[in-house]
């Protein structure tokens, strides 16, 4: 129960992650600028400062040479009790843009056709040597240590190996945001077992999903001849326990802003420019695994299987830019602009355009205001490892009951079967008649069905997932 793990939290937590709350930029004026930091491991975690107290160590997203610049940055996240860990800019765009994500994500994601870069790898394991570092010098023998997403997988041996050296046990949890693939796929990197063996060194591994645990688990098996015993894996004589962990959000945060009198007075007056036309709302960072490019043809065919919904219904679509210095991102990036300009060119009017695309960050506020206004929310990821967009949707929904239409290959789609309306995001003449279903719904059915996923989400919140995640770590090292 949450009272348990609330008195198991009693000691001192440390989160590492990559990514901290918020992320620091020089401006033109050459200050420093932070803001809150987009993505869902940042959302779930911060979800949980609510209920748990914990350090949380991560890359500040730069890192100036000198050492009052460093202190400026250290006293603008020390509010957030936050502390950065400072790399190298060559070494941390190497990690970050490089290994971490030209590499360990798509095979993450499953996809295929990855080029392996050496140099890549040494700065990936160089900055888990530093994180490892830095985290053996802060923490003391009795803290719960919790490593986050892929961005940090060698981190658990490491900190094990440091923390031996100064006798001290160690408590690792590690927690991965994303999915894990079958070790077929894992296998085309060629230090996937290096990979394995750093998660291995961690007292507790959790997933997302049971699917996710069970490919982890399998790639255990078969690549290091591990042994699988039920949720657990032996390993050079270490037991380690697997489990799946369900993230959320923090749903009363949303409750909150949406009473407030601007975001009120905003939905009011969205509600106005709308009043005879239907809104799909779509909020996706800028990234291949969010499937952005099927979703525009989805809704173009939607808009030519039922032409009489021209006119009538509006896409908005909030593309949030998200590792921009990867190639592979820019191009997307051309290639979504590009098909917008085709499908409004196609169909717009004078008086109106199918896809309004916001390519850009939008503040919270605004955020929630869109989510309140939508008749649906239309979620199109080619893998995912949960979605807490789908999450958010619901949170804001109360009132209108909207229809939320989601890929069956996002985590969230495990636990929200019941109540959403599910289709392949390959299947673009599936999507199209899936916005039909969803657009012309009745309400008794769209009540049924929110009644649902509302349930779920304020059941499964963030707070909830940490406090579990933290119990069980806990319980292995009483
Ligand atoms: P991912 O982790 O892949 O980005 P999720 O759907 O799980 O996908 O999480 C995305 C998170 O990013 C959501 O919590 C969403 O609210 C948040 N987000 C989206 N836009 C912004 C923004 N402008 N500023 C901060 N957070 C944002
Ligand atoms: C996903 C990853 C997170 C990451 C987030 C945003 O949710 O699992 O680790 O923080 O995307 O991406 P970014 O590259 O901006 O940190």
Known sequence: SSEQASTSTKRNLIVISNRLPLSVKRSEDGSYISSMSSGGLVTSLSGLTKTAEFRWYGWPGMSPKESVEQDE??????????????????????????????ILWPILHYQPGVTYDEGKWEAYKKVNEIFADTIAEAAQEEDLIWVHDYHLMLLPELLRERMAKKKRQACIGFSLHTPFPPSESLKVLPVAKDILKGMLSSTLVGFHTEDYRKNFSESCEYLLNARVQDSSI???????????????IDPDKFNETLKKDDVQARIHDLNERYKD???????????????????LHGFEQFL???????????????????????KEYQELETELSCLVGKINGKFSKPEYSPIIYLHRSIPFTELTALYSIAD???????????????????????????VLALSEFAGASVFMADGTIQFHPANIKEMSQCIHQGLTMSKEE?????????????????????????????????
């Open 234 to 248: 032996l390993y050079k004589d270490r037991l380690v326990k697997t489990g799946h962990f369900t993230v959320g």
């Open 376 to 402: 649906m929310c239309l979620l199109t990821s080619s893998r995912d490892g949960m979605n807490l967009v789908a999450f958010e949707y619901i949170a804001c929904q109360e009132q209108r009951n909207g």
């Open 277 to 295: 036309i239907k809104v799909i709302v779509g909020v996706d960072r800028l990234d291949y695994i969010k499937g952005l490019t099927q979703k």
């Open 73 to 102: 940055i250290r006293r603008s996240l020390a509010p957030h009790n936050a502390i950065p860990v400072f790399l190298d800019e060559e070494l941390a765009q190497k990690h970050y843009n490089g290994f971490s994500n030209q």
């Open 304 to 326: 030519t299987d039922y032409p009489k919904w021209q006119g009538k219904v509006v896409l908005i679509q909030v593309a949030v830019p998200s590792r921009e210095d990867v």
């Open 446 to 478: 769209r009540k049924e069905r929110y009644d649902k996923l509302a349930k779920f989400v304020h059941t499964n919140t963030s707070a909830r997932w940490g406090q579990s995640f933290v119990a069980e770590l806990s319980k292995r090292h009483a």
